[in-house]
């Protein structure tokens, strides 16, 4: 089993950065395809990007080039680094881990951290 937990979100204006961070607990880490994805009010949980044992990484199309997946084997951690936020960003973002031979989502989540774009 694995066990997640994100922080780096906040308050940032249009234009800005942040760095979301995903701790994970667990073995195996190294095996699964980690990713981030997010969800605003009265919508449903999209995908934002993915990165797999392989570093193979894919965006949703609306970040590219803004936003960068990473991972860190090592220290079992994930991150999500932003920039150019814009306010349709705004939503809690997640990281999910998805065991090898799953199709993601996986069914390892953390518990979120709320990003908002605004002025």
């Known amino acids: 089993q694995v066990q997640l937990v994100e922080s780096g979100g906040g308050l940032v204006q249009p234009g800005g950065s942040l760095r979301l961070s995903c701790a994970a607990s667990?073995?195996?880490?190294?095996?699964?395809?980690m990713g981030w994805y997010r969800q605003a009010p009265g919508k449903q949980r999209d995908v934002v990007a993915t990165?797999?044992?392989?570093?193979?990484?894919n965006y949703t199309d609306s970040v590219k080039g803004r936003f960068t997946i990473s991972r860190d084997n090592a220290k079992k951690m994930v991150y999500l680094q932003m920039n150019s936020l814009k306010p349709e960003d705004t939503a809690v973002y997640y990281c999910?881990?998805?065991?090898?031979?799953?199709?993601?989502?996986?069914?390892?989540w953390g518990q979120g951290t709320q990003v908002t774009v605004s002025s």
């Open positions: 999910n881990a998805a065991p090898i031979a799953t199709i993601p989502p996986g069914d390892y």
């Open positions: 990165i797999t044992r392989t570093g193979t990484i």
């Open positions: 667990g073995s195996i880490f190294s095996t699964y395809t």
